[in-house]
């Protein structure tokens, strides 16, 4: 029996490995999108700023792993093999469940999965051993230390209230202070605002969280506690003449020291606070094995009372958890993608393609806020409203630089801030999640940097929302999932936990080694266009979205002819995709606009032509997501579906949109569509004719004529602007003949 276990915590220990990667990967966004969003250094030194803060940072989470042995459950009421199976269960439902919120690239909270997990686990093992002794599943209470976990979840769930409160508030009167041309009032107060960062910053993580650090001695603690006030007001004046010093004498960006340091103390505070997330059940399951293979009792009745006693964590075994964190910040590339999620949607950027659609709450929202905002300037004096306007005016932006997602002080904001709340939390023990705190706080300070306007705000809104609808469905999932795990191990005993366990390894080995095709941040931001680039991506991505179309217009025709409610509402959730990817594509020309500061005439006018050709390509992709919406409503209300003559010359359609766009080894070819066009035109026409005949006689209901024109009505659109794209393609061509070096005009879009 003692062999199981052993393996058992062989297990525990891969999978901690593992879920240190997946959950790293989940929450790296929490300290490195204010820097990198912010760009105030490079890619690699903001990696290993919060790579050291990271590694020193594990190793004040010792005190934070009381919550893993003693914070959910009663331990006393539990069997060494019960707890076993517990720590087990939620070990495997927690790789699984962040795994695949990180394939969607959605940041959740490693802290409400690791809480309900327990929680989830725990009550599974408890109504086992309730139903196993024929005892009533009401006495299910007393196993679950239902004040602290109360705490637990009361103190998670006010922090997202409290996080966006304070992010909002204090980044209004951040802005206030030094609008968005601060470099004024930087040179007067920088020394003073950046003093009072780094102290902050140094009390609440050093001061406060050392309590919790597996080297710190008793007695230096208490001094620390003994000398509080000098120590800090040393602190500050220190910083603020150094400071000074820095901006008057040397002109050293007191911001680029502000945002580095939060970003060191939000990795530390990060570390601290939720290293126990990931490795606090293996060290947990760890001591347990420990006790009872002292105790030599048998694993069914010996009772875990002992993990109520106060441990601590060795040192090693914290760096060791540390290294493996700093690893996988750097080589992830699940962390780049859960980064750039929450850059989005604090970004100030417009244009681009939003992440997420807008939605019935948001538009709500948005329009209550436009209403309040309305009724609040009635009433305030219009000095006041202007003077306020002012502050919130965005500074010019110099043409062919890459706007920034946010500036200096809100980034320094957003980290400062976030550390404070966190390492708040961790020093009274309090496992706050850093995913909830250091998104809200980003959220609120976008809210009020004016980042929402009227063009992004609904789409904002319904991103955070989608967000945090993914946290309460985590703390959901978590629960019954391991809850799941730990019924199953209970009924299989042994084989059940070898399968569970090695179907979990399988399933995140694969997950993490597939390739993806998202380009990194570093990536995305040197992309150049140029003229050949332009032309490689017309050429290649024309031709695959002219086939995309017609292969979703046979599966609309197949559908509707068949009358498959079911495969037109499948082909009509495709064309939606295909739309929004056109749309996409098509906004990548914002980002060319502001790449170069004097672009060349061929390479403007390279720009402008992938601009129109993915505006036709997304105008056939509106019409035929319109196509595919009017047939799945013409068969979901049970009208007559078409037959005969008219199913005949709907196929023939299709397939002659097909021949007259293909070469003659099936290919697609828009060469060959620009050749056709005019010959199609007409037989549609043709086609359109015998239809208007047909209506008089009533061969055709009123609405089958409307459906039927639809059909012609985006064959025509088809044709035309595909035609469009191939004139585009030549003309790009062409443009590898002009002579380059000459600076284009400022753009327009008409």
């Not at 919060?50 to 010792?62: H, M, N, Y």
């Not at 406060?208 to 800090?232: C, Q």
Request: include cysteine.
């Amino acid at each position: 029996m003692e062999q199981y276990y052993i393996v058992m915590l062989a297990f525990l220990a891969v999978i901690a490995v593992i879920d240190l990667f997946v959950g790293v990967s989940n929450d790296a966004s929490n300290f490195l999108n204010s820097a990198l969003g912010c760009r105030i250094a490079s890619f690699r030194t903001t990696m290993w700023v919060a790579s050291l803060g990271v590694l020193l940072g594990a190793t004040f989470s010792s005190g934070m792993m009381e919550v893993a042995r003693s914070g959910i459950f009663h331990p006393q009421m539990f069997s060494f093999s019960e707890i076993m199976v517990v720590f087990f269960a939620v070990m495997v439902a927690d790789v699984i469940l962040l795994d695949a919120f990180n394939s969607l690239g959605l940041p959740t909270s490693t802290t409400v999965s690791i809480v309900f997990e327990l929680l989830g686990s725990a009550a599974a093992a408890a109504a086992w051993k309730l139903l196993d002794a024929g005892q009533s599943l009401g006495d299910l209470y007393t196993y679950i230390n239902t004040s602290k976990s109360l705490g637990i979840v009361s103190g998670i769930l006010i922090s997202v209230v409290v996080a966006f409160i304070s992010g909002a508030v204090i980044q209004y009167l951040a802005r206030l202070l030094f609008s968005f041309r601060f470099e004024g009032m930087y040179r007067r107060i920088g020394a003073l605002y950046g003093a009072f960062s780094i102290t902050a910053i140094i009390y609440f993580l050093v001061m406060k969280g050392a309590k919790g650090a597996s080297f710190m001695r008793a007695e230096w603690i208490d001094w620390i506690n003994a000398n509080t006030s000098p120590i800090l007001i040393t602190l500050f004046v220190g910083f603020t003449i150094l400071f000074q010093i820095c901006i008057s004498f040397f002109r050293i960006n007191v911001f680029k020291i502000i945002i580095l340091a939060g970003t060191f103390s939000l990795a530390f505070a990060f570390a601290g606070n939720d290293l126990v997330n990931f490795v606090g059940v293996p060290i947990a399951a760890w001591d347990s094995f420990k006790i009872w293979s002292a105790a030599q009792s048998p694993a069914e009745t010996f009772m875990m009372g002992d993990l109520l006693k106060p441990a601590t964590a060795a040192t090693w075994m914290l760096l060791a958890s540390g290294m493996v964190m700093v690893f996988t910040l750097w080589f992830s590339k699940k962390a780049h993608r859960v980064i750039q999620t929450s850059i989005n949607l604090a970004s100030t950027q417009t244009g681009e393609q939003e992440q997420f659609g807008a939605s019935l709450p948001g538009r709500m929202i948005v329009r209550a806020a436009v209403s309040m905002g309305t009724v609040i300037n009635q009433i305030m004096p219009g000095i006041l409203q202007r003077g306020i306007a002012s502050r919130f005016v965005p500074a010019p932006q110099e043409k062919g630089t890459i706007p920034l997602p946010f500036d200096y002080v809100r980034a320094s904001i957003n980290l400062v801030l976030s550390a404070i709340l966190i390492a708040s939390a961790t020093s009274l023990q309090l496992p706050l999640s850093t995913t909830y705190v250091t998104f809200m706080v980003a959220m609120g300070s976008s809210f009020a940097d004016g980042a929402w306007d009227r063009e992004t705000a609904v789409y904002r809104i319904s991103g955070v929302l989608t967000v945090i609808s993914g946290w309460f469905i985590t703390a959901l999932c978590a629960s019954s999932l391991a809850a799941a795990a730990a019924t199953i191990v209970f009924w299989g005993g042994e084989t059940a936990a070898v399968i569970m366990g090695l179907a979990a390894i399988a399933i995140l080995v694969r997950s993490n080694l597939k390739k993806h095709e998202e380009e990194s941040l570093a990536k995305q931001s040197a992309q150049r266009f140029t003229a050949p680039a332009i032309r490689t991506i017309i050429h290649t991505k024309s031709p695959a979205n002219l086939c995309r179309t017609l292969d979703l217009l046979d599966e609309v025709v197949d559908g509707l002819l068949a009358d498959r409610e079911l495969a037109l509402r499948s082909a009509k959730s495709e064309a939606s995709e295909f739309f929004d990817q056109l749309s996409k594509d098509r906004s990548v020309y914002y980002r060319m606009a502001m790449m170069d500061k004097t672009p060349s005439k061929v390479d403007f006018n390279a720009r402008y032509c992938y601009f129109r050709a993915f505006t036709n390509m997304r105008e056939v992709g509106r019409s035929l997501q319109s196509l595919a919406k009017q047939s799945l409503e013409h068969v979901a209300n049970r009208h007559r579906v078409f037959k005969g003559d008219l199913a005949d010359e709907l196929r023939a359609l299709t397939a002659e949109l097909r021949g007259i766009s293909s070469s003659v080894d099936g290919k697609p070819d828009l060469e060959e569509l620009h050749l056709n066009a005019k010959a199609a035109i007409d037989r549609i026409d043709a086609m359109q004719s015998e239809l208007m005949r047909a209506i008089p006689d009533g061969e055709l209901s009123i609405r089958g004529s409307e459906l039927y024109l639809t059909f012609l009505l985006f064959a025509r659109d088809f044709i035309n602007h595909y035609e469009i794209v191939s004139m585009l393609a030549a003309r790009i061509d062409s443009l590898e003949q002009t002579p380059s070096g000459v600076t284009a005009p400022k753009e327009k879009i008409s």
